[in-house]
């Protein structure tokens, strides 16, 4: 029987949603991509659920976007690639970051590029003090960054440029410096820490929690967030399309495959 590439409980009001593809580090493939896409729609709809948590089963949150599975689409158009990715990679995170109840990110090992892009759509990051965030697809894969460009808008501008241009990671510590991360803590304390802020938040009046969420989202949206990460959409799909990807991208994803 395959097992559930994303799990889903709810107890006392917190909704804990899991990647659950621990054995290649929960990348994402499109099934995951679809499950994920069912239960955001069915928890924004639950006013049982205060709070949700995502994390990731096994020693990492995420490393991406799965690669075997986007090699199935290396001949898309350019239609059918964007179609694709504006649902499952853009639609998909922009759904987590104005989902109504607040969310937290649980975060341990590694937490890369598609990985990021999720952890990043959470309100709050609890991390273990392994977590290791990254965006090296500029790099990797020649592609401008991820579908969604979220980096200027949780980090200082500097900080998100040089993650992008030299592809370097952030360790956890770093992380709560910078504000990305709420909380860093062992390890073997990450799950009870998270825990204990999901269930304080969720011990408030819920549509208070729900209607102040909306006024910072909104916040950000007047300010250009909505709309510029529209545009970036755009623009990374012209990188799918060059040159410089076509050659880069041809080497990863054979490498990828050999693994
Ligand atoms: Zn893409």
């Known amino acids: 029987m395959p097992h559930d590439l994303v799990t889903l409980t709810v107890e006392d009001g917190v909704a804990y ?26 928890l924004d709809a639950d006013n049982d659920v205060r709070v949700v948590v995502i994390g990731g089963a096994g020693p990492d949150f995420s490393a ?13 158009s350019v239609e059918e690639r964007f179609e694709y990715e504006y649902r499952l990679y853009f639609n998909l995170c922009i759904r987590l970051l104005n989902l109504r109840q607040p969310t937290i990110a649980r975060v341990q090992g590694n937490c890369i590029a598609a990985g990021f892009m ?7 990051i609890v991390c273990s003090d392994d977590a290791v965030f990254s965006d090296p697809v500029v790099h990797k894969l020649g592609a401008a960054g991820v579908e969604v460009l979220f980096h ?6 500097r900080v998100a440029k040089e993650l992008l241009f030299t592809g370097r990671s952030i360790e956890a510590n770093e992380a709560a410096a910078l504000g990305l991360a709420n909380h ?13 802020i999901a269930t304080r938040i969720a ?53 990828a495959l050999k693994r």
């Open 184 to 196: 860093v803590v062992p390890r073997h304390e990450l799950d009870a820490a998270t825990r204990e």
């Open 64 to 76: 991406g976007h799965d690669l075997k599975d986007a090699q199935s689409r290396s001949g898309f």
């Open 203 to 255: 011990a408030a009046p819920p549509f208070a929690v729900q209607m102040v969420k909306r006024s910072i989202n909104r916040m950000q949206d007047i300010a250009g967030r909505g709309a510029s990460l529209e545009a970036h959409f755009d623009t990374h799909m012209l990188t799918h399309f060059t040159n410089e990807w076509h050659d880069v991208v041809g080497d990863r994803i054979s490498d």
């Open 118 to 124: 999720i952890a990043a759509m959470a309100d709050l």
């Open 152 to 157: 200027p808008w949780v980090l200082p501008v």
């Open 17 to 42: 949603v899991e990647l659950n593809r621990p054995e290649v580090r929960n990348a994402q493939n499109k099934a995951l991509l679809v499950d994920l896409e069912r239960i955001f729609t069915r």
